[in-house]
C-alpha cells in the first residue's frame, strides 16, 4: 500500500521549491495561503469549503467554468480512494477496462428513460478534423450504452455470463455551478458494469456492490453511511431499481456518496445484450452499473474537517505522519535534523506515508497550521530538548490543543505511531457517527418534520407516493435521501399525508 504512492507524493514534495517567508507571512502563494484562518463551519459553512479546497491544495478553479483542476495533494488522496475500492472490486472478480471517451449520439437515444435523463446535460461534439461529422458524437455522461454496445458483441451463451467489469475514469455532464468536488462539469470516478443471467444474480450483485461503497466508506475514510434504496424519483435514469449510500455532512445536509444500479433488461433490451441459456433459448441479460466519484472527496472534507482545515483519515491521508524539527540556531538545526534524518526511515519502514518538513525559514507554528490545514492525522515534534531526552512529541490531528499531545520514547515510535493512527481513524469514525446520530430525529409530526430537516435527518414514515414527495421538498427543500434497507417492523403514519406507510425514509436537505 505504502510504496509507490507514498514515495511518488513525498519525492513530489521534496521537489518542489517552496519560497521562503517570515514566520507567519502570509503573503505569496499557497504555502502562505494555508495559514490564513478561514472562515468558521459555523459562520459560513459554504465558504469554509470553499476556502478549505484551495488552501490545503486539494484543487483549483479551471479556466473553463464548471470544471475543476484536481491539484497534486488532491489527486494523491483520490489515489488512496482508488486503491482501497479496487482491492475491494478485484477480490469480487471484477476486471478493469477502457472504453471511448466519444459515443454515437444514437447510443443515448435507444434507452428511453436513459435519454430523457441525460439530454439536458450532455456535451455533443459536431465538427473533427475541420469537419461537421455525419452523426454528432457525445462525450459520455456515464458509459451503459458504449459498454452495452460491446456486451452484446461479447456475450453470446451462458458461458460467457457474467461479465464484471469497472473502469476508472472521468465523465461529462454540463454543469455551470462550480462546486469544487461536489458540482463540477466533469468528474472523476469508477463505472461498473455488469452483465448477468437472472434477475436474482443482477440483485445479487448491485447489493454486493453497495456493500462494498459501505465497507469502503466506513473502513476507509471513516465516514458512517446509510445505505438504502432511492425512490423512484431519484432513481438513475434506465433503472429499475437504484441504491445509495447517504452519509451526513458536518452542517447536517446529505451527500449521495455512492450508488448501485439495478439496470434491470433495459439496456439489454436496448442494445441486444443476449444469450443462449442451457436449454438453447435465446435470452436477455440482465445488467448493473454503479459508480463512485471525486465527490466523495468532498464529503471526506465535510465530515471530518473542523475550523483549522482538513482532517483526514489516516487510511487514505497521502501524508500520515509529518516530521517537524524545532530549532533556533545552526547547531540546534544540525541536531533535530540528524534525528529526524533517522526517524523517517524507522517510520517508512514501520509501513506509514511519512514527510519530514525540513522547510528553512519558516517557523514551526506556521508548519503546524501549514500541516494541520492539509490534515495530516499526526505531527511528531523534533526539538533539541526531545533529542536529548530520546523522547518526542506527538500531536494528533483529531484533538484539540493540549489534549492532543503527548511523548513518545524513541524505541516506541513506530508502535505509538501505528496505535496513534488507528485511534484517530477510529474516533473519526466514532465522532461523525455521534454526530449523525444527533442530528437525526423521527419526528413527531410535519411541523417538528420541518424544523428537523433544517440542519439534519428526518427517519420518517412515508406512504411511498411521489405527490407526497415532491410537495415535502417544495415546502422543506428536503428530499427523500432513501429509504434504508435496514427497517425497524411495524407500520406507521406518513409525516406528509398521514396515510398508513410501510417504510420509513430518510430525509434531508442534499447536496
Ligand atoms: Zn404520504
Partial sequence: MLGTVARNILSGFRGRSRPQCRP??????????SNLKLPTRSEDFAEWYNQLVLRAELADYAPVRGCMIVRPYGWALWENVQQALDRRFKETGHLNAAFPLLIPRSFIEKEKSHVAGFSPEL???????????EEPLVIRPTSETIIGHSFAKWIQSYRDLPVLINQWNSVVRWELRTK??????????????????????????????????VDFAEKEAAIPVIPGRKSASERFAGADQTYSIEAMMGDGKALQSGTSHNLGQNFARAFEIRYLDKDGALQYCWTTSWGLSTRFIGAIIMVHGDDQGLILPPRLAPVQVVLVPIYRNDQERSLVLEASGKIRPLLVEGGFRVKAD??????????????????????IEIGPKDVAKGSFLFARRDRPGKEAKYSVPLAQLPDATGKALTDIQSSLYERALEFRKSRTKDPRDYAEFREVVEGGFAHSFWCGSGECEQKIKEETKATTRCIPLDQEAGK??????????????????AY
Fill in 24 to 33: 507567519g507571512s502570509i503573503e505569496g502563494d499557497g504555502v502562505q495561503m
Fill in 123 to 133: 456535451a455533443v461534439v459536431t465538427h473533427g478534423g475541420g469537419e461537421e461529422l
Fill in 492 to 509: 406507521g403514519a406518513c409525516i406528509y399525508c398521514g396515510r398508513p406507510a410501510a417504510e420509513k425514509a430518510i430525509f434531508g436537505k
Fill in 180 to 213: 469544487l468536488f461536489l458540482r463540477t462539469l466533469e468528474f472523476y470516478w469508477q463505472e461498473g458494469h455488469t452483465a448477468h443471467a437472472t434477475a436474482e444474480e443482477a440483485e445479487a450483485e448491485t447489493r454486493q456492490m453497495l456493500d462494498i461503497y
Fill in 358 to 379: 525540513d522547510r528553512d525559514g519558516v517557523s514551526p507554528g506556521f508548519k503546524f497550521n501549514d500541516w494541520e490545514m492539509r490534515g495530516v492525522p499526526l505531527r
